[in-house]
């Protein structure tokens, strides 16, 4: 079965220092997504991307955030200067177009900043 | 805005038992999907079964199976002949036809805690 692939599974990285978390979502799927998890916390939007550009952002996605298809198989997501209440678990997602049902979470990034 | 319910933060169960979770939503959209995802200690999310909203039907996957009250705005879980690999959290969430950007919306979760 598809799968939505991320890396690392594990981050740790100094408070105000840049991290990059990297996906491959399923080749078929159009909708790319990035939620997060706060330890203990529900699952949060944070972006949907479509057709090279953010669909949907919530007020998480503050400037920095950024997210990029930088080929035609790999979605990231970028946080410029890293804080301490940025530590969770990011999920990124894909769906085909306009799909409800074939939304596939990958495994999950875990982000620990110190 | 949607919003997704789940008023149970903690449920447990003794194996081969049944437990029901409840989910509530508030939306004024008339064309919705509902869901739920199981998030075991690994973090992953599952999912597990899901309902359009406009089948009258309830789904229904092995074990697991759902309640949806569309008036009520109510979609509860009931997991039958509960194993010890259902201990995990459970989150309901709510994807809108019309809601932008494709976005799921999601509960506070509630945790499974089955005994043997």
């Known amino acids: 079965e598809p799968e939505v692939t991320q890396t690392p599974s594990h981050q740790v990285t100094q408070m105000g220092q840049e991290v990059i978390l990297r996906c491959v979502p399923i080749s078929n799927h159009l909708y790319f997504y990035w939620y997060r998890q706060i330890l203990g916390q529900k699952v949060e939007f944070l972006v949907s991307?479509?057709?090279?550009?953010?669909?949907?952002k919530s007020e998480i996605f503050d400037d920095q955030f950024s997210v990029e298809r930088p080929d035609g198989s790999n979605f990231t997501l970028k946080i410029r200067s890293t804080k301490l209440e940025d530590s969770a678990m990011y999920f990124c997602?894909?769906?085909?177009?306009?799909?409800?049902?074939?939304?596939?979470f990958g495994s999950g990034t875990r982000l620990t900043v110190v | 805005a949607q919003t997704v319910t789940q008023s149970q933060p903690e449920m447990s169960v003794q194996e081969a038992e049944t437990v029901t979770l409840s989910c509530t939503y508030d939306?004024?959209?008339?064309?919705?999907?509902l869901f739920w995802y199981k998030q075991p200690p690994s973090r992953q999310m599952i999912l597990v079964i899901r309902q359009e909203a406009y089948k009258q039907q309830n789904a229904t996957e092995n074990r697991f199976s759902v309640n949806f009250q569309k008036a009520a705005k109510s979609f509860s879980l009931k997991i039958s002949d509960s194993q010890l690999g259902d201990t995990a959290m459970y989150f309901c969430a709510f994807f809108g036809i019309k809601a932008a950007g494709n976005k799921l919306t999601f509960g506070g979760g509630t945790r499974v805690l089955v005994k043997p």
């Open positions: 991307f479509y057709n090279n550009e953010i669909s949907e």
């Open positions: 997602a894909s769906s085909e177009v306009g799909t409800n049902y074939g939304y596939t």
């Open positions: 939306t004024s959209e008339n064309n919705y999907y």
